[in-house]
């Protein structure tokens, strides 16, 4: 009997609680960026989409996200020694990954904190006819990533992040080891929309 009671108090505060009035927040947004990182190609643009999950908390923000960015950048390539032959190049880079993101709503401003798992892919195309052929590399990678949001305006989001990633494949045996002895810095800057 006591616990049938106790249920029944528990549901009732449950619907108590859902029956408050509440303030209608969006729930996925999607982001473009400009990025800056410290490798070859050294500039590109990103896409991303996140999802809030757990809105019922208070201040604390918890989301999910996807991110996509594209690289591109002409270079040459040069090998021998006296003489030196140098051929162009195209290289695009592109990686997409996922991400679990935290943070806190402090008025205006929302700085945040994620981590995540992603892929990278690297081409390689001679622009004139050499003995080398196009080349293509990929790998998985683990990040980490730190930011800030300003919400001047509900649905209008500007933000600035700093994420770092690895530059080794992701192995099972190396969970052990530092990852970021080996680790690329990339800076962004972007706006997102709510919706």
């Known amino acids: 009997m006591k616990l049938k009671k106790l249920l029944l108090g528990l549901g009732t505060l449950v619907l108590l609680i859902n029956a408050v ?3 209608s927040a969006a729930q996925w947004s999607l982001g473009a960026s400009y990025e800056v990182r410290n490798e070859d190609p050294k500039n590109g643009f990103g896409l991303r989409i996140e ?3 757990l809105q019922k908390l208070p201040i ?6 996807g991110h996509f960015s594209y690289f591109n950048d002409e270079n040459e390539l040069s090998w021998g020694n006296e003489d030196e032959r140098a ?6 880079s592109y990686d997409f990954g996922l991400a679990a993101v935290g943070g806190v709503s402090l008025g205006i401003v929302a700085p945040y904190v994620g981590l995540g798992l992603g892929s990278e892919t690297v081409d390689l195309d001679p622009k004139e006819d050499t003995d080398f052929g196009s080349s293509s590399d990929s790998k ?6 730190i930011g800030a949001k300003v919400k001047p ?7 600035v992040e700093y994420r770092v990633k690895t530059n080794k494949a ?5 969970l052990d080891r530092d990852k970021f002895d080996n680790s690329s810095g990339r800076f962004i800057i972007g706006l997102s929309l709510a919706f």
């Not at 051929?87 to 695009?92: L, N």
């Not at 998985?140 to 990533?145: A, D, E, I, R, T």
Request: hydrophobic letters at 45%; aromatic letters at 14%; a negative charge.
């Open 21 to 23: 009035p509440q303030q």
């Open 87 to 92: 051929i162009s190049t195209d290289i695009q």
């Open 140 to 145: 998985l990678f683990w990040n980490g990533f």
């Open 51 to 53: 999802r809030e999950i």
């Open 60 to 65: 604390v923000d918890l989301s999910l996200r």
């Open 153 to 159: 305006i509900p649905l209008i989001t500007p933000f």
């Open 170 to 174: 992701f192995k099972i045996n190396d």
